[in-house]
Structures are given as structure tokens and as C-alpha cells.
């Protein structure tokens, strides 16, 4: 089993940055091959993919968040990050971190197995 905790959301106005944590806790060796990623639900919307990074350590964006967004991680820690600049309202959402048993990291929510609680991200115009 392994426990995914997210960190790191807050209020930020447009145009700031924000960097979110996701820690893993459990057995977190288990982490080093799982693909990760991180997704977003606004009030209303239906989850959706923001990043995701395989266990090679190769990436997948959503197009609403490429060259703003960049997802990583850190193995031995192990952290998965996501660090946001550039922001917009329309990035107003709870941020929720996932890792999959699988090494290839999905761009669908149902590809996962884990889930952290969610941060929340609020950006104001």
C-alpha cells in the first residue's frame, strides 16, 4: 500500500507561480516504478489529467498547461512535483496526485490506484 499526501496549493493571483508536493508514505520503494501523475477537478468539471511522468522519468502535459507547467520527481525522497507558473484563473482547482502500478502513467484517472486527498489551488484575475 502507499499513502499520497499533497502540499503546496494556496491563492496566488494570475500570472504567479505555485509548486506542488505529493509525498509518499508506505511502500514507498514500490514508487521508483510507478507511473505518477497529477490532476485537477474544478467545482462541476470532471477530473482531468494535468501531467504525468512514466518511471523513465518521461513526461505528458494537458495542451492547456504546456510550457507553463512541468512535472518531476524526486526518487529517493520520493516527492512528485508539479511546479506551476504562469497561472490563470482557469487553473482555479483541487489538485489531486495518483501513482499506478503500471510504469506507464495514464492520462485517464481510471489508470490509477492511489490517491492523495487533494490541494486546493485558487488563482484570482
Known amino acids: 500500500q502507499v499513502q499520497l499526501v499533497e502540499s503546496g496549493g494556496g491563492s496566488v493571483q494570475g500570472g504567479g507561480s505555485l509548486r506542488l508536493s505529493c509525498a509518499a508514505f508506505?511502500?514507498?520503494?514500490?514508487?521508483?516504478?510507478?507511473?505518477q501523475g497529477w490532476f485537477r477537478q474544478a467545482p462541476g468539471k470532471e477530473r482531468e489529467a494535468v501531467a504525468t511522468i512514466n518511471s523513465d522519468g518521461s513526461t505528458k502535459y494537458a495542451d492547456s498547461v504546456k510550457g507553463r507547467f512541468t512535472i518531476s520527481k524526486d526518487n529517493a525522497k520520493p516527492i512528485l512535483y508539479l511546479q506551476m507558473n504562469s497561472l490563470k484563473p482557469e487553473d482555479t482547482a483541487m489538485y489531486y496526485c495518483a501513482a499506478s502500478h503500471g510504469t506507464i502513467a495514464s492520462m485517464s484517472p481510471a489508470g490509477y490506484n492511489y490517491w492523495g486527498q487533494g490541494t486546493q489551488v485558487t488563482v484570482s484575475s
Open positions: 508506505g511502500h514507498t520503494y514500490s514508487t521508483y516504478y510507478m507511473g
